[in-house]
């Protein structure tokens, strides 16, 4: 996985934090998808100026059977109806 974020044909002052991060999302994406289960958590939870904030998890069963869990980022929270909730999921 180090290669593939990191890679070694460029100079670390140019890789791009949001090249690394689609990549990371990518890397994570192939996981899910050869999973059988799977589940996105949405949890909303205040950051340290009280700003409530949507944190997204995925969790998986890995191929030996181990539960994984992997943050993916948080969001500004728009609400707290299931229709906010729901339109965040989307939008990530």
């Given at each position: 996985m180090k290669k593939l974020l990191f890679p070694r044909n460029k100079d670390p002052a140019l890789w791009?934090?949001?090249?690394i991060f689609e990549q990371f999302i990518e890397i994570?994406?192939?996981?899910?998808?050869?999973?059988?289960?799977f589940s996105i958590i949405v949890d909303s939870t205040p950051d340290i100026s009280y700003t409530?904030?949507?944190?997204?998890?995925?969790?998986?069963?890995?191929?030996?059977s181990e539960p994984v869990e992997r943050f993916l980022k948080?969001?500004?929270n728009s609400g707290h109806k299931s229709k906010d909730l729901a339109d965040a999921v989307f939008m990530v």
């Open positions: 791009k934090i949001n090249e994570m994406g192939e996981k899910v998808k050869k999973t059988i289960y409530d904030k949507l944190a997204f998890i995925f969790r998986y069963v890995s191929n030996n948080f969001l500004a």
